[in-house]
């Protein structure tokens, strides 16, 4: 799965670079850019907690249609370990998204698709596979120049390996979309924050961290 949503990232940063002017006449609207993550990930099994955290680099885009849009996103991350951690904890971390997004109306629109990650530990890999439904509001704060957006997501398990029974998973993302005047670029900085839940609730994988991401096109 992180392999094919490294190709579709790939492959939308090309088709943004080479079709940005003509994109914004045309009916299908490309946009593509790096993203920059600092992850701080923590492991909370009752009163115990452990804790990462390592800046994470990866790829984003869009492909759109008059109201429907292919979006993926993919990072990979180098984690280091606490002071408190074991040698059962992640040293690598890949995770990528792919959704399909329909926009209700110019600043909603609710997505679904699959959320993959894995992590790399001393033990072998612990990989994630969810499934995801969102809903984002995108309002503009300055015409043609500022929108903010909101996001939040709920999670369903499609192929965990973990030890534990699923019990929840939910996320969301809040920031601002800066565009740059008279070219087709952007910059967005926001926050990040998702947390899983499993067993009996006692469990708890928390991420958190801020993002950075510069791309061209047209995002919206």
């Known amino acids: 799965m992180s392999r094919r949503l490294a ?25 593509a850019g790096a993203t920059a993550t600092q992850y701080r990930v923590r492991s909370t099994t009752g009163d115990d907690t452990e804790t990462l ?6 790829a984003e885009g869009v492909i759109a249609v008059w109201r429907i849009a292919l979006e993926g996103r993919y990072v990979q991350a180098g984690l280091e370990p606490g002071a408190t951690a074991t040698a059962t904890l992640a040293r690598d971390a890949v995770e990528g998204h792919l959704l399909l997004a329909v926009r209700a109306t ?21 990989r994630w596979l969810l499934w995801t439904v969102r809903a984002r509001g995108t309002p503009v704060l ?17 192929d965990i390996d973990v030890p534990e029974s699923w019990n929840s998973g939910w996320g969301g993302d809040v920031g601002l979309v800066l565009a740059v ?25 928390t991420i958190d961290g801020a993002t950075l991401s510069i791309g061209a096109g047209r995002l919206q």
């Open 181 to 205: 005047p008279r070219l087709p670029l952007w910059l967005r900085l926001g926050y990040r924050f998702e947390q899983y839940r499993l067993g009996d609730g006692t469990r708890r994988e």
């Open 142 to 158: 300055v015409p043609d120049a500022v929108r903010g957006y909101a996001e939040l997501w709920g999670a369903l398990p499609v």
């Open 7 to 31: 190709t579709v990232a790939a492959a939308l940063a090309v088709l943004a670079l080479a079709a940005t002017d003509a994109a914004g006449q045309a009916a299908v609207r490309f946009a």
């Open 106 to 126: 110019p600043w909603l629109s609710v997505s679904t698709g699959p959320l993959a990650r894995s992590y790399e530990t001393t033990l072998g890999s612990q």
């Open 53 to 58: 955290g390592a800046p994470g680099f990866g």
